[in-house]
């Protein structure tokens, strides 16, 4: 116990001298960016009354001057509020990036703390439910996945064990892609389409360099593989800004094995969609149960109704809701073929030494991540993994 609380000391004190990037470097590239717009705005304003002018033949320069100023301002300002917006979100992610806090705790200090409260369990801190598992449970629709080339999962803090003969992993679960944004896209739109569409004789120098060197669109962060001894840092929630790594899902992913059969599968989805491109791609019939607070909360649909009413005991809705009650109305189930997948995004990690917040890094005790193991072993003892309804239907 001493050793715990020595690390715990320890990484209150390095916690203390971290600080998230003033929020005071926003205020030029909001400027920029919302005097870019007006720009954007009447610069075809001005170049259409250039071009009336001209045809009254009326002299036109200022209106030519304002419509050029216009344009090369926009192009400026939008490509400095880039640089200084990405220059912010990747002091951001550095800040997020507390490597160095973890690393001592997922590598000696957690597992001495599960094999001193479960002898049962095995730990990895850079491992991951096997993808087929993933794709198994139906969670991810194939539009939110998208192309394969461009997208991955990402394990944290996995979990395996065996509990009565059922066989049953977990682990925190990270959806992310690489690939050009919405805001990315609508600015090399705009770069390209603006000088054909107002003003085609003038010439832009900086959009015709073809130089080597490095691009606005440069990706902001690259696929990173664990390795021997160290915490991966790609755990943490990024978000590309014109080109780059995102993660379009965090969250709670478990699978356990009944080693049972049964033909067919049952989905209790949330109503609270964390995301509207998931659960998605599956038409079956929908099942409505005897229980007011899962018909509220829950949309259940299976295969066949028969085999679903079989599998669906009350010792199971019952489970269902005192779930719902300790972890929250976004958990969702699949059961499908005598096996258990369920899924729950989070916004905070768990068991973790520290948590990262806007404006400070908050450093968690012994006591939350003893919590955190309770909640999961609960989990496993209320779906009463052994139950005999998992014999064959």
Sequence with gaps: MNQFTEHFNKVKALAGQISPPSRLRLILPS??????????????????LYVLFLIFTVDSHFLWGVTEFSFYYFFVSAILATILFKSYLKSNQNYKNTTVLRREFKLDIL?????????????RFDGMIDEKHILASDFFSPSFLGNLKNRWFFGDDHF??????????????????EGMTITGWALLFIVIALPFAFLPDIDIPFLESDSGGDSLFESSGSRSTSKN??????????????????TNFRGFFLYADFHKHFDGQVNIRTKKKFNKKMFGGNELKTIRVENSIITKKYTITATDEQMAYYILSPKIIDAIVQL?????EKLSLTLKDGKLFLIMPMSNDLFENITVEKDKIKVNTLEEIQKDLNIIADLISELNLNTKIWSKV
């Design 31 to 48: 400027f920029l960016v919302i005097s870019s717009l007006f720009t954007f705005i009447i610069c075809p304003i001005f170049f259409v």
């Design 111 to 123: 597992p001495k703390i599960i094999s001193s409260k479960y002898d049962n369990l095995n730990y």
């Design 160 to 177: 395996s064990g065996k509990i009565n003969d059922v066989d049953f992993e977990f682990c925190e679960l990270y959806y992310k892609t």
């Design 229 to 246: 001894n160290e915490v991966d840092k790609t755990k943490v929630n990024e978000k590309a800004f014109l080109y780059g790594i995102s």
């Design 324 to 328: 719902n009650q300790k972890l929250g």
